[in-house]
């Protein structure tokens, strides 16, 4: 395993690889979640192919400073994590290397990015959009596994990648969760002991609403009243948004007539936990 700072010494080596090469991008702190990312992309390079995973916490993607301060960075955990999942070659570079100090080129997503952690999180998804399109460039990566935790970036990363003709095939790996059900995130770590046990109700209000659907309540009042209520029956969570919509659009909904997603942000404290669940008709 190869792990490389500079991104011209990156490119370098992404270059020179076995093809396909794959590539994970993630912002360290890995868990159980990044651990089947990079399982699932050994899987999809085969023996003479080559994973890449990179860790780079991008701080044009963060909206509060404190958050930024505050993400965990394990390095030596992260590198022995992709060791054992049989990771190729490793990206770690510096905020610096990556954006010169006058940079004036970003790239925004103007749909899809409306709603949900878009509308609470100015500036979030084109710093997302503008990182993975460089860490695409840089790897020139046949294929790149995301999380479908993040769904509305994945969805976003798709347009993306469609829109801009980018020649890298987007894989969606299912959400890994904690045996309470709560989402696997690298934000757990943060929580207080009473928010984290108190955090799986989050997963448990999204699927008691689906339960109020399987009786026949169509109505997105309805069914967010419900998602609602049992989050607030917590005395730590605040809900940052609670919206449902079109699983496709990701426009709010009022009625479920096509597949559509109850998707929710919570914080505990400072720690901003996301989740959501697609809903069937
Ligand atoms: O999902 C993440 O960890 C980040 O948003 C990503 C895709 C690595 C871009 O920084």
């Known amino acids: ?19 396909p090469l ?9 868990h159980e979640g990044h651990r089947a990312l990079i399982r699932r992309a050994r899987k999809l390079a085969g023996s003479t192919g080559t994973v890449a995973v990179s860790i780079f916490v991008n701080p044009i993607q963060f909206d509060r400073a404190g958050d930024l301060a505050a993400y965990p960075k394990p390095l030596e955990a992260d590198l022995a994590a992709c060791e054992a999942e049989g990771a190729d070659l490793i990206f770690t570079p510096e905020a ?4 010169h100090p006058d ?3 970003t790239v ?3 749909l899809l990015s409306r709603h949900l952690c878009g509308a609470t999180r100015p500036g979030h998804f084109d710093g997302v959009c503008t990182v993975v399109l460089k860490l695409f460039l840089l790897s020139g ?4 596994v995301f999380g479908e935790k993040d769904f509305q970036q994945l969805a976003i990363i798709r347009r993306m990648v469609r829109d801009l003709d980018v020649p890298v095939e987007i894989i969606g790996h299912p959400t890994i969760r904690e045996a309470d059900g709560l989402a696997m995130s690298s934000r757990n770590v943060r929580l207080l002991p009473d928010h984290r046990a108190d955090a799986p109700r989050i997963r448990q209000s999204l699927l008691a609403a689906r339960d109020l659907l399987a ?7 309805a069914l967010l009243a419900s998602a609602r209520a049992g989050i607030e029956g917590s005395t730590f969570a605040k809900i940052d948004y609670l ?18 997603v109850l998707a929710t942000a919570v914080f505990y404290g400072e720690v901003r936990l996301i989740d959501h669940l697609t809903l069937q008709p």
């Open 103 to 105: 940079r004036s080129v």
């Open 215 to 221: 009786t026949g309540e169509r109505s997105a009042t």
């Open 22 to 30: 794959v590539l994970v991008p993630t912002m360290g702190a890995l």
């Open 141 to 144: 990566a046949d294929s790149a």
């Open 1 to 19: 395993m190869q792990v490389i700072a500079d991104p011209a010494g990156f490119r370098a080596a992404a270059t020179s690889s076995g093809s």
């Open 96 to 99: 610096g290397s990556m954006y």
């Open 108 to 110: 925004t997503e103007s």
């Open 243 to 260: 919206e449902l919509v079109d699983a496709e659009t990701l426009q709010p909904v009022s009625e479920i007539e096509r597949p559509a």
